[in-house]
């Protein structure tokens, strides 16, 4: 079946060139040429690769490629050998050869989508990031509708690992210039976290009209609030504007509510939803929203009524448990919360929803029931350990054990680049006002970290909270009111009027 699929897969390469291909070849006089025997060999390779022997003609299409009577091919023999040739090295699982010939293969000027796809494929699998990124661009530029099929979260992912890598620039600019031109999307939703970048990226060229036009597409309410309040794209926008948010928040929520109910069958779009009522503050209707679901899937069969049930059912509840959060009802949230850690996130533990739950217990003041929900954590990622620190620092604060206290912080500072907000949460849990300020300031002067830390920064909506959650935000709003780190805000950015959205982190 494999070969019989590579065979299908392959041959729509045509190989127009060689009409001998489709039959065993004839006994031939000795060739002439370097040319003569380069086709000759192919010839062979293909009359293989129709009887099943894929090994023996894998051999033959890479000894093509490598002789000297390749060059002496024309132009459409040796891209068509060489796509050929990478294709059926990826279906065999390798990459590392497969890559090589399909980057030579890419650079013909008929090179189609396929052959793009398969290095972007080859290209993944040796986590070459760079050249992944530069298959996405071409992509999106010449075959935008085969993006739509593509991991839209995997490709802002890619965009976020490249922005960390100076040698990458022009590499991201293009990805970033690429999706945007040709209206890259995730799940119907604008990528805006991408777009700020890409228009911080433009102002630092002096592009402003494509800045402009860029920041013209930024509609997301905490997205519009990392863009006003950064004085780097002061360019971009109108001071009248400035933090005047509530226009913004009405329309994102009417924008959400269209896409939930154009897709009954489907949860992703309720999420996004739910997300941004939770930010607007607006915790019955989210809860409202959440119940409807689970009114729905009471018969236990979800997947009848919804696509993506197994994959977006976990986020129903954790928002449903935010909302009750929000409304007060922190034993109702907490049930709830452990149901949604109970189910399992990608057919594995639900290390987000534990870490939620134990989040709440500690905040609750309840620290053997936020230990407990962790307990079997295992092994979570770099963000999640510093999560799972946090958790472990309040705990600790919580049962006044100093020295756990210090061991906590001390692995935290050691791998803040993990979760330097995290790391911020935990100084002002910990009551280092100092610290905190320092290392705050430091953020605002950050380039990479400015951009959440003066979201951080701006004044939100006040809602319940526990006694403990209170304090420490409390803590926060007073370092942030220092006179060091006003000074430090107001040199990159601007601290606005209360904004109706939930604080970052809610």
């Known amino acids: 079946m494999r070969a019989a699929w590579i065979v299908g897969v392959l041959l729509g390469l045509a190989m127009v060139s060689l009409p001998a291909a489709a039959a065993k070849p004839a006994p031939e006089a000795e060739p002439e040429s370097p040319a003569d025997t380069a086709r000759q060999a192919l010839r062979l390779a293909f009359a293989q690769f129709r009887d099943g022997d894929i090994a023996a003609a894998d051999r033959g299409f890479a000894a093509v490629v490598a002789s000297s009577g390749f060059d002496a091919l024309d132009d459409r023999e040796q891209y068509e050998v060489l796509a050929l040739a990478g294709r059926l090295a990826g279906e065999r699982g390798e990459p590392a050869r497969a890559h090589p010939l399909l980057v030579r293969a890419s650079g013909y000027a008929q090179a189609e989508g396929g052959i793009w796809h ?33 991991d839209g979260w995997a490709i802002v992912r890619l965009a976020s690992r490249l922005e960390e890598r100076p040698e990458a620039a022009a590499e991201h600019r293009e990805l970033l210039d690429a999706l945007f031109d040709t209206g890259f999307n995730v799940g119907g939703e604008s990528p805006d976290g991408l777009w700020l970048v890409l228009a911080r990226l433009a102002l630092e060229q002096d592009h402003v009209t494509r800045a402009a036009a860029v920041a013209r597409k930024i509609r997301a309410p905490r997205s519009v609030v990392a863009l006003h309040a950064d004085r780097r794209f002061d360019r971009v926008v109108d001071d009248a504007s400035r933090f005047a948010l509530d226009a913004v928040i009405e329309a994102d929520l009417a924008r959400a509510r269209r896409v939930a109910e154009a897709a009954p069958d489907r949860l992703d779009p309720r999420t996004v939803l739910q997300r941004r009522l939770l930010d607007a503050g607006r915790f019955a209707e989210a809860l409202a929203s959440a119940d409807e679901v689970v009114a729905r899937v009471a018969d236990g069969d979800g997947e009848t009524h919804y696509a993506d049930f197994e994959k977006e059912y976990v986020w129903i509840l954790d928002h449903r448990a935010q909302a009750l959060q929000g409304l007060g009802r922190w034993d109702e949230a907490v049930v709830q919360q452990r149901r949604a850690a109970r189910r399992p996130e990608n057919g594995r533990m639900n290390v987000s929803q534990a870490l939620n739950l134990a989040w709440l217990y500690a905040e609750l003041g309840r620290d053997e029931e936020a230990l407990d929900a962790v307990e079997d954590l295992g092994a979570p990622s770099p963000y999640g350990r510093m999560q799972l620190e946090m958790l472990r ?51 605002l002067r950050s380039t990479d970290w400015r951009s959440d830390a003066l979201s951080e920064v701006q004044a939100y909506l006040d809602v319940p909270a526990p006694p403990i959650k209170k304090a420490r935000s409390a ?27 939930t604080a970052p982190g809610f």
């Open 475 to 501: 803590r926060q709003a007073a370092v942030a009111a220092r006179a060091d780190v006003r000074t430090a805000i107001a040199a990159v950015g601007h601290a606005g009027p209360p904004i109706a959205l």
């Open 118 to 150: 398969a290095r972007l494929l080859a290209a993944s699998a040796l986590d070459d990031d760079v050249d992944v990124a530069r298959c996405v661009a071409r992509i999106s530029r010449r075959w935008p509708q085969v993006l739509q099929e593509y």
């Open 393 to 443: 620092l309040m705990v600790a604060v919580q049962r006044r054990d100093a020295a756990a206290v210090e061991r906590h912080l001390a692995f935290m500072r050691e791998h803040r680049d993990d979760a330097v907000a995290t790391y911020q949460l935990a100084l002002a849990h910990a009551d280092r006002a100092d610290e905190a300020a320092a290392l705050l300031i430091e953020r």
